[in-house]
């Protein structure tokens, strides 16, 4: 899979050229960042009420809160004037209690609310990603791929939690503590709002390097991914290799990336959490100085210096959290950006609806197709036509990279042509719903992938709804009874990551187990006799021609074996259709097709 990363700003993604729309643009750029916002805006919709609900009781905690020094200087008063204490004490107590159960309530409230909110950003970006196209994939790093959903999506959560309504509560007891500050003393109030405005402007200049900062992070765990990713799908190769050393070394300098990545954001989110601390600092040893002469010349009373002092401190967490807040908010826009990065990649059309086409053999027509995987690759296909007919079996040989694959990859529609049309029973494929073409057709990869999971699980993924007599004729079909009866938990038996578990010819008739379970109108083989033995081949050879008399097989060989008996060959060289015919018509006509058959066909020249 080509190195390529979508991420535009820090240098290390190259596909930001290859991209149009605002995805292209950088961070920073006033377009994306609507655009994140309105995201952001977007997943919190469905959850708005509780969002209300939960913002709701912490600001009601928060009025608690509002009220202690209030509470506090009642309690002082009775005291300097000799009253009862009871009823000031028990005022005070009940709200803290109040107020901590209150606020306990709507946190757990608004972190129920952030992991809904993670799971449906989540399951959007699985959505997206399982139905984009085959080219966009391509250009993709699944490393990078998974660090989006298990890792961006979570920094959302926070953005809805501590973000969004802490900064709203922190504002409400801001504005709060100083009306009330207002009412004690005015002078003292200005003191303090001269401080708070210089070290507020000094963070809010910090604030968009934060959500830089964390970006870079985010692309930087990305990174780590895909690499960590490389080694895991080449594990053999790479300890074959010796290579562990070095791939741990760039394991390493991509962890060591990351790490900095988050240091230079812990680094920012200190100096922004500090200055609030500062400030409230500052503006206590002001207004202690301040109120301390206007208290010794009469003007202010102690208990209302007390007050003022209290509610100075009480500033002190609100704007902690405003701080903390906005911090969040930077991040999970850096996250939204990544994650709408994803989905505004092209996808294909889905109509949700379930087609039953049939067992009808399909009829294949490739008329004048040119293609090319990109506009900078070069020409696979120049104007390659053929027919394969209803039914019966039609094989596609040619040297490698002659562009067989390639047939198989448009036929499924995973990429488009530039020129030319493909019918399949004189209908054009790009007027198919794409659900019902791919339900006409079975596929069996060139690498025959077999998926982590049971036997079972993977002979019955292209057709889930399929009885267990079934499985069974195509197990018999294709020789697997042996290898289930063997195996200890019969079909129940787990295969292991990529079918590690089973040889790679098992793997190869599982793969066409599979595809023939799905009763396919057009059957197609890319290689499938490969990486069979002797004995197990001629088996494979009966199956395909037993599927042959049913049904359309088209298959990508490099056998004689299966070429031989092949009802029509198309021969394909450098992008074109050079020769069509039976084996002895090819052998008799075609020096290509004879070279082959004298060299990977294993014939005497
Ligand atoms: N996803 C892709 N992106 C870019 N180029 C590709 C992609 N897949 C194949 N190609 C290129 O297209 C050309 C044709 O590939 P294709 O797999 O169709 O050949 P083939 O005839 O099946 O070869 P082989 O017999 O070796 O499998 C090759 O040059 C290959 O490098």
Same mark, same amino acid.
């Given at each position: 899979?080509?190195?390529?990363?979508?991420?535009?700003?820090?240098?290390?993604?190259?596909?930001?050229?290859?991209?149009?729309?605002?995805?292209?643009?950088?961070?920073?750029?006033?377009?994306?960042?609507?655009?994140?916002?309105?995201?952001?805006?977007?997943?919190?919709?469905?959850?708005?009420?509780?969002?209300?609900?939960?913002?709701?009781?912490?600001?009601?905690?928060?009025?608690?809160?509002?009220?202690?020094?209030?509470?506090?200087?009642?309690?002082?008063?009775?005291?300097?004037?000799?009253?009862?204490?009871?009823?000031?004490?028990?005022?005070?107590?009940?709200?803290?209690? &109040?107020?901590?159960?209150?606020?306990?309530?709507?946190?757990?409230?608004?972190?129920?609310?952030?992991?809904?909110?993670?799971?449906?950003?989540?399951?959007?970006?699985?959505?997206?990603?399982?139905?984009?196209?085959?080219?966009?994939?391509?250009?993709?790093?699944?490393?990078?791929?998974?660090?989006?959903?298990?890792?961006?999506?979570?920094?959302?959560?926070?953005?809805?939690?501590?973000?969004?309504?802490?900064?709203?509560?922190?504002?409400?007891?801001?504005?709060?503590?100083?009306?009330?500050?207002?009412?004690?003393?005015?002078?003292?109030?200005?003191?303090?709002?001269?401080?708070?405005?210089?070290?507020?402007? %000094?963070?809010?200049?910090?604030?968009?390097?934060?959500?830089?900062?964390?970006m870079q992070a985010q692309v930087a765990v990305g990174e780590m991914g895909a690499v960590l990713d490389r080694v895991l799908q080449a594990f053999r190769t790479v300890k074959a290799?010796?290579?562990?050393?070095?791939?741990?070394?760039?394991?390493?300098?991509?962890?060591?990336?990351?790490?900095?990545?988050?240091?230079?954001?812990?680094?920012?989110?200190?100096?922004?959490?500090? @200055? =609030?601390?500062?400030?409230?600092?500052?503006? %206590?040893?002001?207004?202690?100085?301040?109120?301390?002469?206007?208290?010794?010349?009469?003007?202010?009373?102690?208990?209302?210096?007390?007050?003022?002092?209290? !509610?100075? %401190? !009480? &500033?002190?967490?609100?704007?902690?959290?405003?701080?903390?807040?906005?911090?969040?908010?930077?991040?999970?826009?850096?996250?939204?950006?990544?994650?709408?990065?994803?989905?505004?990649?092209?996808?294909?059309?889905?109509?949700?609806?379930?087609?039953?086409?049939?067992?009808?053999?399909?009829?294949?027509?490739?008329?004048?197709?040119?293609?090319?995987?990109?506009?900078?690759?070069?020409?696979?296909?120049?104007?390659?036509?053929?027919?394969?007919?209803?039914?019966?079996?039609?094989?596609?040989?040619?040297?490698?990279?002659?562009?067989? @694959?390639?047939? %198989?990859?448009? &036929?499924?529609?995973? !990429?488009?042509?530039?020129?030319?049309?493909?019918?399949?029973?004189?209908?054009?494929?790009?007027?198919?719903?794409?659900?019902?073409?791919?339900?006409?057709?079975?596929?069996?990869?060139?690498?025959?992938?077999?998926?982590?999971?049971?036997?079972?699980?993977?002979?019955?993924?292209?057709?889930?709804?399929?009885?267990?007599?079934?499985?069974?004729?195509?197990?018999?079909?294709?020789?697997?009874?042996?290898?289930?009866?063997?195996?200890?938990?019969?079909?129940?038996?787990?295969?292991?990551?990529?079918?590690?578990?089973?040889?790679?010819?098992?793997?190869?008739?599982?793969?066409?187990?599979?595809?023939?379970?799905?009763?396919?109108?057009?059957?197609?083989?890319?290689? =499938?006799?490969?990486?069979?033995?002797?004995?197990?081949?001629?088996?494979?050879?009966?199956?395909?021609?037993?599927?042959?008399?049913?049904?359309?097989?088209?298959?990508?060989?490099?056998?004689?074996?299966?070429?031989?008996?092949?009802?029509?060959?198309?021969?394909?060289?450098?992008?074109?259709?050079?020769?069509?015919?039976?084996?002895?018509?090819?052998?008799?006509?075609?020096?290509?097709?004879?070279? &082959?058959?004298?060299?990977?066909?294993?014939?005497?020249?």
């Open positions: 899979m080509p190195g390529v990363t979508l991420t535009d700003d820090t240098g290390q993604g190259d596909a930001g050229s290859e991209r149009t729309g605002p995805g292209d643009a950088e961070p920073g750029d006033p377009v994306p960042e609507t655009a994140s916002w309105r995201l952001l805006v977007a997943y919190i919709r469905p959850h708005r009420g509780v969002l209300l609900l939960g913002g709701a009781l912490s600001l009601l905690g928060s009025l608690a809160g509002l009220a202690m020094p209030l509470l506090a200087k009642t309690v002082i008063d009775a005291f300097g004037e000799q009253r009862s204490l009871l009823g000031p004490v028990l005022g005070l107590t009940a709200a803290v209690l &109040l107020g901590a159960a209150i606020g306990a309530l709507g946190n757990y409230v608004l972190e129920r609310m952030g992991e809904g909110i993670v799971f449906s950003a989540r399951r959007g970006l699985v959505d997206r990603m399982l139905r984009l196209r085959v080219s966009e994939v391509d250009r993709l790093k699944p490393g990078d791929l998974m660090s989006r959903v298990t890792s961006d999506t979570t920094l959302l959560r926070a953005v809805f939690t501590s973000g969004v309504v802490e900064t709203v509560s922190s504002l409400f007891m801001l504005v709060g503590a100083v009306v009330m500050m207002a009412l004690i003393d005015g002078l003292l109030l200005l003191i303090t709002l001269g401080v708070l405005v210089v070290v507020g402007g %000094f963070v809010s200049l910090i604030m968009p390097r934060i959500r830089r900062a964390s290799s010796g290579a562990e050393e070095r791939e741990i070394a760039s394991v390493s300098e991509a962890a060591r990336e990351a790490r900095d990545r988050g240091v230079a954001v812990a680094w920012l989110a200190s100096i922004a959490g500090v @200055s =609030a601390w500062v400030s409230a600092q500052l503006a %206590f040893v002001a207004v202690l100085g301040v109120g301390g002469a206007r208290v010794s010349s009469g003007a202010l009373e102690v208990s209302s210096l007390i007050a003022f002092l209290l !509610y100075l %401190f !009480y &500033l002190v967490a609100p704007i902690g959290q405003l701080v903390q807040g906005f911090t969040q908010v930077q991040n999970g826009l850096a996250a939204v950006k990544r994650i709408r990065e994803i989905e505004e990649l092209p996808a294909e059309e889905a109509d949700g609806a379930v087609y039953e086409v049939g067992t009808a053999p399909a009829g294949v027509v490739f008329e004048g197709i040119a293609f090319r995987y990109g506009d900078d690759r070069p020409v696979v296909h120049d104007d390659v036509s053929f027919e394969v007919p209803a039914g019966g079996l039609t094989a596609l040989v040619g040297p490698s990279g002659a562009g067989k @694959s390639t047939v %198989f990859a448009l &036929l499924e529609r995973f !990429y488009e042509q530039q020129a030319g049309t493909i019918t399949i029973d004189g209908r054009d494929i790009a007027d198919w719903p794409l659900a019902e073409l791919r339900a006409c057709l079975g596929y069996v990869e060139q690498d025959a992938p077999v998926l982590d999971g049971t036997l079972r699980e993977n002979l019955v993924f292209a057709a889930p709804g399929v009885d267990e007599a079934d499985i069974w004729r195509v197990l018999a079909r294709t020789r697997l009874e042996d290898l289930v009866s063997r195996l200890p938990e019969g079909l129940e038996t787990r295969v292991g990551h990529r079918g590690i578990m089973l040889s790679g010819g098992e793997r190869q008739r599982v793969a066409i187990a599979r595809a023939l379970l799905r009763s396919p109108r057009l059957l197609l083989l890319d290689e =499938a006799t490969s990486q069979l033995d002797a004995v197990n081949e001629l088996r494979l050879r009966e199956v395909i021609a037993e599927v042959a008399a049913e049904t359309t097989v088209l298959v990508i060989a490099h056998r004689l074996s299966t070429v031989a008996g092949a009802d029509r060959i198309v021969v394909m060289e450098a992008g074109r259709v050079r020769a069509v015919g039976t084996h002895d018509e090819l052998l008799a006509g075609d020096p290509l097709y004879r070279e &082959l058959a004298a060299t990977q066909f294993l014939l005497p020249t």
